[in-house]
């Protein structure tokens, strides 16, 4: 048996990738399409992007720790850009820093729990289409490039 790395020895890097890893496989449980690092039209990049079969649009911030929590004040430019939005951070985070109407996702490399749903605020019907296609051709394109790493689109 291999023994379980405790996460305050893991690199801020590591822990990142772990917390998306467990909170996507939680997204995908719950129905969702996931991409990650999806840019919008105010330049920002989001963590995660993932989308329910409803057309419900949600945004992931990953959250590494309590240090990266504070230096970020980014996600508040998310809101334009989905129906709710939501961290994901890992287990040993102070999650009573993370208050409504943001939701909480609990997670490490083999999965994650809802811990708080966010609160929903609909986008405009223009918005969402938008937001829609761009995930789309992320999706298309990261999947051409699997198999073309000359392909150039959608990015």
Request: charged share 25%.
């Amino acid at each position: 048996m291999i023994p379980a790395i405790p996460p305050a020895s893991l690199a801020r890097p590591d822990i990142t990738r772990s917390v998306c890893r467990g909170a996507t496989r939680w997204l995908r449980q719950a129905g969702f399409a996931v991409v990650a690092e999806m840019t919008f039209g105010n330049g920002r990049r989001a963590d995660l992007v993932a989308i329910k079969p409803n057309h419900d649009i949600w945004i992931i911030e990953v959250k590494s720790g309590l240090a990266d929590f504070r230096a970020d004040q980014k996600w508040g430019h998310y809101a334009d850009y989905c129906d709710a939005l939501a961290f994901a951070v890992g287990p040993d985070f102070p999650q009573d820093l993370i208050e409504p109407p943001v939701g909480l996702i609990i997670a490490d490399a083999f999965g994650g729990m809802m811990l708080r749903e966010p609160e929903r605020l609909p986008l405009a019907p223009a918005r969402r289409k938008a937001v829609t296609l761009a995930f789309a051709q992320l999706a298309a394109g990261r999947l051409m490039r699997l198999d073309d790493p000359d392909f150039e689109g959608f990015t």
